[in-house]
């Protein structure tokens, strides 16, 4: 295995069935929360911005010379994606000084609403997705992640602010 298909398929989570992406997914919450847990927001930043960057050099080495420019086993995007999400929480809890567990309403919604937003494609991120190249195989999932973030925000607002919970 090259140093591009372990990072591309996160150590080889992208070859498990079914659904790769959503296992892709499921590996990004305990690596959030152990790097929130060591460094806090900015090193989960850190880490986000250098997976972005690791999967767009590894979507390029593990299509180059291939016809399918999107392979299911690559799902270092999802797990950026994903990522990119939990920022929503990590950096209330980090500035905040709260144990990020205790946010876990928003560990579910951030988790549902990517896969959702990853799945179905909306507007920005269907655009990203019809993109070939690396930009394409990460852009959608960096772009479904950030609407993920939004709607953990919104959501917080209407259960903290309308709700009053």
Known sequence: MTLAQL??????TGYLRPAPGTWGSLVALPVTYALHSIGGFPLLAAFTLAAIFAGLWAAA??????????PSEFVLDELAGQMLAYWAISLPAWMHGLEITALWPGWVAGFLLFRLFDIWKPGPVGWA???KGPFGVMMDDVIAGIMAAIGIMILAGLAHGVLGL
């Open 7 to 12: 990072l591309g398929t996160c150590c080889g």
């Open 129 to 131: 997705d019809r993109k």
């Open 61 to 70: 080495e593990m299509t180059r010379g291939q016809e399918d420019l999107d």
